[in-house]
Nanobody, 128 residues
Framework: QVQLVESGGGLVQAGDSLRLSCAASGRTFSMYVMGWFRQALGKEREFVAAIRWSGPTTYYGTTYYADSVKGRFTVSKVYGKNTTYLQMNSLKPEDTAAYYC????????????????WGQGTQVTVSS
């Protein structure tokens, strides 16, 4: 069993930056991939970014981003901890959504599918 908790959401203005955190606990020894998704009101959940690594203490990881956030968002992992960050720069009103952290033990079929564990979400609101 794995538990994920997101934090760092809030209300900001267009052009501002915000950093989200996702802390994982429980049986995380086999975790290999952590991702970020978001869901705006009235829309389907969409993939944002993800990072994969070989173990809990890995510092470097391979990342993947949705086209809509490339060059603006950065996903990273805290060394020695099962924690990931989503650094969001140059925020736009279109980024307004509930952001969810997710994790899976194996890469599976793709970067954006087959996630096994999910957090409860944190709201990000960007005003124009």
């Amino acid at each position: 069993q794995v538990q994920l908790v997101e934090s760092g959401g809030g209300l900001v203005q267009a052009g501002d930056s915000l950093r989200l955190s996702c802390a994982a606990s429980g049986r995380t020894f086999s975790m290999y991939v952590m991702g970020w998704f978001r869901q705006a009101l009235g829309k389907e959940r969409e993939f944002v970014a993800a990072i994969r690594w070989s173990g809990p203490t890995t510092y470097y990881g391979t990342t993947y981003y949705a086209d809509s956030v490339k060059g603006r968002f950065t996903v990273s992992k805290v060394y020695g901890k099962n924690t990931t960050y989503l650094q969001m720069n140059s925020l736009k009103p279109e980024d307004t959504a509930a952001y969810y952290c997710a994790a899976k033990d194996r890469m599976g079929s793709s970067w954006y599918e087959d996630y096994e564990y999910w957090g409860q979400g944190t709201q990000v609101t960007v005003s124009s």
